[in-house]
């Protein structure tokens, strides 16, 4: 089966640095995204990886390791405005994007 | 990119009516797409919208509940038919263009539909 893991929860401190770690078995692999979602709006992009190594767009940097089937999303300088669900999405070797449950990531002052 | 609306933005409906659920591009694309998010879960894909054929859906989904059509490249609709209580959710029209370097989905704002 198709299975992508993400933490459900995760609590960090203004002004910190988080890691929000995305493991997956999936048929096949043609990239790995990570969107945001604030709440009540619809996901954006944040990320893609194809190929191993660390993508730095920002505050925002994003980790994929194939043999691992595992990928991170770090958010460096914590805001408020940073609360918000992650999701982590595979995209198969048939094209469909496999998503995972979303890490609600909680931002305190 | 792309940019995508939706109509309704939302909507409350009687059990046992149907619901029809609008997405437009701004611009042609290859992949059309209709989710599901329940209330605090994960996005959960119903079909992928097919232009000039039917749709393709996915697992627990079928076409005589969620019919689906895409009469051109920048259009598609979903219909929720005889709804029940356990249809209320966001229902997300995505997009993505094949052929870029890699297949970004494009998400419009939502429909939040309830159903009593």
């Known amino acids: 089966g198709q299975n992508i893991d993400q933490p459900t929860e995760m609590t960090a401190t203004e002004g910190a640095i988080v890691q929000i770690n995305c493991t997956y078995q999936?048929?096949?692999?043609?990239?790995l995204f990570w969107y945001q979602q604030h709440a009540g709006e619809a996901p954006t992009f944040l990320s893609y990886n194809v190929l191993d190594g660390l993508e730095e767009k920002g505050r925002f940097s994003s980790f994929l390791s194939r043999s691992k089937g595992y990928s991170y999303l770090l958010l460096k300088e914590l805001q408020m405005k940073d609360s918000a669900s992650y999701l982590c999405a595979v995209l198969t070797s048939n094209y469909q994007l496999i998503w995972g449950a979303g890490t609600k990531l909680i931002i305190k002052p | 990119s792309a940019v995508i609306s939706q109509k309704p933005s939302r909507d409350i409906c009687q059990r046992g009516t149907s619901l029809t659920i609008q997405c437009q591009v701004d611009s042609q694309v290859t992949m059309m797409f209709w989710y599901r998010q329940q209330p605090g879960q994960s996005l959960t894909l119903i079909a992928t919208a097919n232009q000039g054929s039917e749709a393709t859906y996915e697992s627990g989904f079928v076409i005589d509940k969620f019919p689906i059509s895409r009469p051109n490249l920048t259009f598609s609709t979903l219909t929720v038919s005889n709804m029940s209580p356990e249809d209320s959710s966001i229902y997300l029209c995505?997009?993505?263009?094949?052929?870029?370097?890699?297949?970004?989905?494009?998400f419009g704002p939502g429909t939040r539909l309830t159903v009593l």
């Open positions: 995505s997009v993505s263009k094949l052929g870029q370097d890699y297949n970004e989905q494009f």
């Open positions: 999936t048929s096949g692999f043609n990239g």
